[in-house]
């Protein structure tokens, strides 16, 4: 099987790049690294700054497939749990708000939305 080249992927449609939204948390001033919450599950960033609680990021292309909303907001809301302290935010490059209502403590933002936020 060929490996598809990022020039190709960016011509079949959008690309997330987990290290667009790693450089703008290092701009902001957070250390991040990912997380993994028991076996199973994976969130992409928990970034810590002084003086700001510390956020949960889970990135995702949409969340309108069954499939990817339950494993996004899952392993999301898990990660909350074991860091209580934290502030989640589900983040997709969709600019549409979910449909599904979001589980207690977890936030939406669009890519936009968050890329261009003032923080």
């Keep these: 099987m060929a490996k598809t080249?990022?020039?190709e992927r960016l011509n079949a449609g959008p690309v997330i790049c987990a290290e667009g939204y790693l450089f703008e948390l290092e701009?902001?001033?957070?250390?991040?690294?990912w997380v993994r919450v028991g076996p199973d599950y994976e969130v992409d960033f928990y970034a810590e700054r002084t003086g700001?609680?510390?956020?949960l990021i889970q990135v995702s292309?949409?969340?309108?497939?069954?499939?990817?909303?339950?494993?996004?907001?899952?392993?999301?809301?898990?990660?909350?749990?074991e860091f209580p302290?934290?502030?989640?935010?589900?983040i997709t490059l969709d600019p549409t708000p979910p449909l599904r209502p979001m589980p207690s403590r977890l936030e939406w933002y669009s890519a936009s939305q968050w890329l261009l936020a003032a923080e």
């Excluded at 700001?52 to 956020?55: D, R, V």
């Excluded at 309108?64 to 809301?77: G, H, P, S």
């Excluded at 302290?85 to 589900?90: C, G, M």
């Design 5 to 7: 080249g990022l020039l």
């Design 27 to 33: 701009r902001r001033g957070y250390e991040a690294s």
């Design 52 to 55: 700001s609680a510390p956020l």
């Design 61 to 81: 292309l949409d969340t309108t497939a069954d499939a990817t909303w339950e494993r996004e907001v899952r392993a999301l809301a898990a990660a909350a749990v």
């Design 85 to 90: 302290r934290s502030r989640p935010l589900l």
